[in-house]
């Protein structure tokens, strides 16, 4: 990104500040300072820092800035590639950046998953990236895919309990409700908060239930 979509950028997200609530201006403080950090180091670590943290914004963001905070992480991280072309975190990120914000900026979600899948070719055992594939697997209805890909996931690391609750949506989905249950209670016996077990628990008595 040249010195006219910098400026482009800031003009635009100068924009987004206008008319926020009190919460919203402390977020957007806080982006804004690290952008303004990035810009003057100019160094890969700020470009990181600044568009993880515009990534996150967007994450949680429900309103039209959305777009806005997604153009901030896309800009940064490829910021960041100019300096480390081999940065297998920046290529992550940027390219779950794109798929993610694909309907809202009118990217075209191959082009994120191109660098997810560069990825993967040099580090298998990526997890953000194996995720990130397995997402877009389930919007795109390639559930098998999502499937191998969230298991995958388990085997690299049985620490993330999230890929049963991952697991068993895509089963139900798929009408595979037995399975989708097994995952589930795969989840329900790993979690240790006492309010989510209870909430698994009864969608799992739910679910049996229609299956009588």
Avoid: C
């Amino acid at each position: 990104m040249g010195e006219k979509e910098d400026a482009d950028f800031t003009t635009q997200f100068a924009g987004a500040m206008k008319g926020l609530t009190a919460d919203q201006k402390t977020l957007y403080g806080r982006l804004e300072d690290g952008l303004k950090k990035a810009q003057a180091d100019n160094t890969e670590a700020a470009w990181m820092a600044s568009a993880g943290d515009f990534l996150k914004g967007a994450r949680l963001a429900q309103n039209d800035r959305k777009g806005v905070l997604y153009q901030g992480a896309i800009n940064g991280f490829q910021k960041a590639l100019v300096f480390n072309p081999n940065s297998l975190s920046a290529k992550t990120n940027l390219g779950t950046s794109i798929v993610e914000s694909s309907s809202i900026l009118g990217n075209q979600p191959m082009k994120g998953i191109t660098l997810l899948r560069e990825v993967i070719a040099k580090d298998s055992n990526n997890i953000e990236a194996n995720l990130q594939l397995g997402l877009f697997s389930v919007t795109s209805q390639q559930f098998n895919k999502a499937i191998e890909r969230f298991q995958r996931i388990l085997r690299i690391d049985s620490t993330h309990i999230d890929m049963y609750v991952y697991l068993g949506d895509t089963y139900l989905t798929m009408g595979e409700k037995q399975k989708a249950i097994e995952s589930y209670e795969n989840y329900k016996v790993r979690v240790k908060d006492t309010l989510i077990t209870r909430n698994i628990d009864e969608y799992i008595k739910k679910l049996k239930q229609q299956q009588n």
